[in-house]
């Protein structure tokens, strides 16, 4: 297949500078560490890459732990137990990309806990997303249509042949496919008689033969005995599929509002790979744009990817129970978005309130050992080699070093004033790079 041009032309070379590993891998993952920007600058882009978006082999260890967190959340039947399964995967799987993918779709298809009420549907629902997410979302679709989650979070069993319930066929089109405005309520309607009896028994999906609409059903210029597989499909072959999950995939992974020749630009791409992630992932992460300018700093960090990712860069272990604890209270509760359109994010991650609240968690994180995510960056020999002083290494490992003039000088004069030994005055200085305005930005 023919390699992207125009917009998503890929960069030439396969240097990968310091800055350039720091900024791919900060949207790649939840956080760096010094240790991952080093090998990435030594292997490359094209290295680098495969190995983001090809499954890695886990550790034993991990394995381990993995599934002993996964038993404790399906014995306690708690929600917060579940969480801290995957939270463990976001900071120690081998494949961060992955799981910065299954958080994505996770958002995508919003379901909550709150009306779910079952560990094991959650659990099933993000095994899914995981198996997909460098997949295809052409059957990650099919298969959120029949995932028992979703179904009692849409009210499934409530669709029935005399009384269709729209509420699965409109989020089918509005949130998961197609956006508003690119369909019609009487599409709606349509669709929803094709997932007549599509119900849930014994907590399994269960095809209700004798509550489907068996009659002719019309959606996008197509009639007949269609079903809810069949409405699938088609709005897949619609081209604003693409064009939605290509604005949804550069809007969390490069800049918050992409015009529309970008959205253009990867939508071909999606469909030219026919939703298959890996190759649209490998494109999108290894194009100019990516590399752009404007994509520098374009992206307001979420609350996971500052919790996680600023426990990343410090290194140490974290109590990741805390961690998932904060980002709940900067406003993302695993499990549990607020509403069927999941976490709109951007902005609406950022007000006075909430700045206030992530300058408190920074100095836990910093000063408080008790969290356990402090490491001593003075010591840690892959962290010193970031950087031949004290702030370039700070800004390297925290701001991929793109801290303004006026920051790198409040810095600068931080260091030659502040009093302490090393030890504290490196922490302080990671307090202070991690309450600047320029930390809130990936």
């Known amino acids: 297949m023919s390699r992207p041009e125009g917009i998503l032309a890929p960069v030439e070379g396969d240097k990968l500078t310091r800055r350039n590993a720091a900024h791919l891998l900060r949207r790649a993952q939840f956080g760096v560490s010094a240790a991952e920007i080093l090998r990435a600058e030594k292997d490359g882009l094209a290295a680098t890459l495969h190995r983001l978006t090809t499954i890695q082999e886990e550790t034993e260890d991990f394995s381990f732990t993995t599934r002993l967190l996964r038993q404790a959340a399906y014995d306690t039947g708690d929600i917060s137990d ?79 042949k005399r009384h269709a319930n729209e509420n699965f066929a409109r989020e089918v089109m509005e949130l998961f496919s197609l956006g508003e405005g690119n369909y019609t ?106 590399f752009s300018g404007p994509a520098r700093a374009a992206i307001i960090k979420s609350p996971l990817d500052l919790v996680l990712g600023s426990a990343r860069a410090l290194g140490g272990r974290p ?76 800004l390297t490992l925290l701001l991929a070093g793109g801290a303004s003039p006026a920051a790198r000088k409040q810095l600068a004069d931080f260091l030659k004033n502040s009093a302490g030994n090393r030890e504290q005055k490196l922490r302080e200085l990671a307090h202070l790079v991690m309450t600047m305005p320029d930390y809130q930005l990936m």
């Not at 629902?125 to 979703?150: C, P, T, W, Y």
């Not at 004798?210 to 005995?225: A, E, P, V």
């Not at 069927?340 to 991650?349: A, F, N, Q, S, T």
Request: proline share 2%; with cysteine.
């Open 82 to 160: 579940l969480r801290a399964w995957w939270l463990h995967r976001m900071h120690y799987s081998t494949n961060p990309l992955e799981e910065k993918l299954t958080l994505f779709w996770h958002n995508h298809f919003a379901t909550s806990f709150a009306k779910v009420r079952s560990v094991p549907h959650m659990a099933a629902q993000n095994d899914l997303f995981r198996k997909e997410a460098l997949g295809s979302f052409r059957r990650m679709l099919h298969g959120i249509s029949k995932d028992v989650a979703m179904l009692i979070w849409l009210d499934g069993n409530a669709n029935r």
């Open 319 to 394: 109590n990741l129970r805390r961690l998932g604890s904060a980002a709940a209270r900067l406003g993302q509760d695993l499990f549990q978005p607020p509403s069927v359109k999941g976490w709109e994010g951007g902005r609406l991650w950022i007000n006075s309130a909430m700045l206030l609240q992530r300058a408190n968690f920074a100095a836990e994180l910093v000063l408080k050992q008790s969290m356990g995510t402090i490491g001593d960056l003075g010591s840690n020999r892959q962290n010193a080699s970031l950087g031949g002083t004290t702030m370039d290494h700070s």
């Open 185 to 290: 309520e009487d599409d709606i309607k349509q669709a929803a008689k094709a997932f007549t009896g599509w119900h849930v028994r014994n907590d399994r999906f269960w095809f209700n033969a004798r509550q489907h609409d068996d009659g002719d059903k019309s959606l996008f210029g197509r009639t007949g005995n269609l079903d809810g597989g069949d409405v699938i499909d088609l709005c897949l072959g619609r081209p604003s599929c693409a064009e939605f999950l290509a604005y949804k995939l550069l809007r969390r992974f490069v800049l918050e509002q992409p015009d529309k020749a970008q959205v253009k630009a990867l939508a071909g791409r999606i469909r030219a790979h026919d939703f298959a992630m890996t190759l649209v992932m490998r494109e999108l992460f290894s194009s100019r744009l990516f």
